[in-house]
């Protein structure tokens, strides 16, 4: 049985475990409103851009699209974009997005594909490369990022571009997680490149006829590498969000846990204590009673 001094350091050790896990659920909280905000701020300009692009993809004649719209007419090798976090500490946030990356990868191996996979988060990547590590190509760490800006998300589709270019993937797939609330946030898997469009709704100003100067072809050349970069950086601001509300509730899930702890060791403590001086007092009380 541990000694009184062992159960006292052990209460004092969680309670300063405690404060710390408030004190990061605080930070967590302050700092998702304003990533919360920057991820519903940057959906209306992404979803609308497929919007547009879709119904000027929709007027290019076959043969005359791009080659990051038509694709390279093969499906054998595909780029996995997989974006995380920098850091732990937030719930099962970077194991849900890692965890639809590799089941998609398997997937594709299963049915002989070929599979490369471009990491974006240092979490994403220390758990991809485990299994996957001769097939990671590119790795990117915006730890040293404070802000998020567009910036950051047009380098890492510039290198996804270039690698296209070359011949080094025929589709590629963004992985991130959706922020829907505090509590709820969804693994997201969207094919960008060749990229899939929605089909417009009937009553949607989207699905109407247009006639564009210059012509579409020239557009697509411009539009379409920007829309990648738009929908990175969308990504990347729904991960920041996602992150910090799963942050929160870790956080609270923890404080409240080190609460429970507190209470049955401060129990525990107590009862052993009482015990001790039970027995203390029985033996000077026979000790008395013996003389």
Known sequence: MASLKDMRNRIASTKATQKITKAMQMVAASKLRRAQAAAEAARPYAERM???????????????????????????????LVCTGERGLCGP??????????????SLLYQGKEVKIFCVGRKGYEQLRRNF???????????????????????????????????GFDVCTLFYSHFKSV????????????????APAANDGASATYEYEPAEEEILGDLLPRNLSVQIFRALLENNASFYGAQMSAMDNATRNAGDMIRKQTITYNRTRQAMITKELIEIISGAEAL
Do not use: C, M, W
């Not at 849900?96 to 398997?106: H, K, L, N, S």
């Not at 509590?183 to 929605?198: C, G, L, R």
């Open 183 to 198: 509590i709820a946030q969804i693994p997201t898997a969207q094919q960008i490149i060749p990229p899939v469009f929605a």
């Open 133 to 167: 590590d001769k097939n990671i190509v590119e790795t990117v760490e915006l730890r040293s990022v404070r802000v998020l800006g567009f910036e950051n998300a047009d380098a890492i589709a510039k290198k996804i571009i270039a690698l296209y270019d070359a011949g």
């Open 50 to 80: 497929d919007k547009v692009l879709a119904n000027i993809a929709s007027g290019t004649a076959a043969g005359n699209a791009p080659k990051l719209l038509a694709g390279t007419g093969n499906d054998k090798v595909h780029l996995l």
């Open 93 to 106: 946030f970077n194991t849900a997005i890692v965890r639809a990356a590799r089941e998609r990868a398997y």
